[in-house]
């Protein structure tokens, strides 16, 4: 397993101001959030990323989860996966070769893995989009 790094979180996640929206559009998984800037005056902006044609994910609470170094406020992608492995063995008719795993672990709110084609980071704007609650 090797971790490749992709993207680095705009502040550090401690800074999210409300919560993490996940939700699935057309077979992608999207992953929105809200987060005030120190260096900014804590102007509140909104942001996400966008794994592109998901085929499974998985999310663990801060407190359960099994910690993968190098994934802290940074969105990598593990190479030679075995949860990869895994879903190929499951189903080989539909194997795609360029299925990766990405990982980012997000203070408070744990780590959330996704097995997709490929991602994106959605422009960040000024503004909350996340509702609590």
């Not at 809200?34 to 996400?48: A, K, P, R």
């Not at 044609?53 to 802290?72: A, D």
């Not at 075995?82 to 194997?95: K, R, T």
Request: charged share 25%.
């Amino acid at each position: 397993m090797k971790l490749v790094e992709q993207w680095i979180f705009p502040v550090p996640s401690s800074c999210i101001s409300t919560t993490l929206s996940l939700a699935y559009k057309q077979g992608d998984a999207v992953l929105l959030f809200d987060y005030y800037d120190e260096e900014q005056d804590d102007t509140v902006f909104n942001g996400g990323i966008k794994f592109i044609s998901t085929v499974s994910h998985r999310h663990s609470s801060e407190k359960f989860t099994k910690y993968i170094s190098g994934t802290y406020d940074k969105l990598v992608k593990i190479e030679n996966s075995n949860w990869v492995s895994e879903l190929m063995e499951i189903s080989p008719e539909w194997v795609i070769d360029d299925l990766c795993h990405f990982a980012i672990y997000l203070d408070s709110y744990g780590l959330y893995e996704f097995v997709s084609q490929d991602f994106c980071i959605l422009e960040s704007k000024e503004g909350a989009i996340c509702n609590e609650g």
